[in-house]
């Protein structure tokens, strides 16, 4: 499960990271970074197998292109790996449309007989990582398109598993070229990914202010 996250660079240490650029006017319209508390239908920056050179804002939880509603998208934030092709709603995306998506944390809740406990989750050698995801174009009765992903998760590595028994299917850099290359059909991807290793993990407690997707400060990443 992936539900909450965080990206605390600039959009200029992204555009250094990926070799991409904005476009300035989505910058100008959803000013999204920093952001210490991503949440489900916030616009959020993606790469995409289609423009590799380009960084989208795009929606997060994905819209099917079938679909009547918008809605739907807020149940389409995570794909599990397993069966992911054979699933209605992930299926044509699965073929051809994969993404990646930076991020520089995550956080997950351990639950505890006192209640769940905010932990954010890292990797310890590198600043931004990726995480593979799928992406749709909707459009609206109204003819307005919105461009929406999906974050796909995996069982999660038995050193962090205390913490949940999901985890985002995590991209190390090598695997990432591999996953927006639009020559190599998917399922051949596929068989190449290997999980990061539990041990490249760290993770610490921060503060219950992160469940509340209106507070969004530096002060939600610091230890606790």
């Avoid at 790996?81 to 994969?98: L, M």
């Avoid at 028994?165 to 927006?180: A, F, S, T, V």
């Avoid at 190599?184 to 992160?210: H, I, Q």
């Amino acid at each position: 499960m992936c539900g909450r996250s965080s990206l605390t660079k600039t959009e200029k240490e992204l555009e250094e990271r990926f070799r991409a650029t904005f476009y300035s006017e989505d910058l100008e319209r959803y000013n999204p970074l920093p952001n210490y508390n991503v949440a489900p239908t916030q616009f959020h920056p993606v790469i995409t197998q289609e423009e590799p050179n380009i960084i989208h804002l795009y929606r997060w939880g994905l819209i099917p292109f079938w679909s009547k509603d918008m809605k739907i998208g807020a149940k389409m934030i995570n794909a599990r790996i397993e069966g992911i092709e054979e699933k209605p709603a992930f299926r044509q995306a699965f073929q051809k449309r994969r993404c990646i998506v930076p991020f520089d944390g995550y956080y997950e809740w351990q639950k505890t007989p006192e209640g769940k406990i905010p932990y954010r989750i890292k990797l310890k050698n590198t600043e931004i990582f990726t995480i593979a995801g799928l992406y749709e174009t909707w459009k609206g009765p109204d003819q307005k398109v919105i461009h929406s992903f999906t974050l796909i998760t995996r069982e999660a590595d038995p050193l962090i598993a205390h913490l949940h028994d999901r985890m985002p299917m995590i991209l190390m850099p090598e695997q990432e070229k591999l996953w927006i290359d639009s020559h190599v059909p998917t399922k051949d991807v596929m068989n190449t990914l290997e999980a990061v290793p539990g041990d490249y993990f760290t993770w610490y407690r921060v503060s219950d202010r992160v469940n509340n997707v209106r507070e969004n400060d530096a002060s939600l990443v610091v230890p606790v």
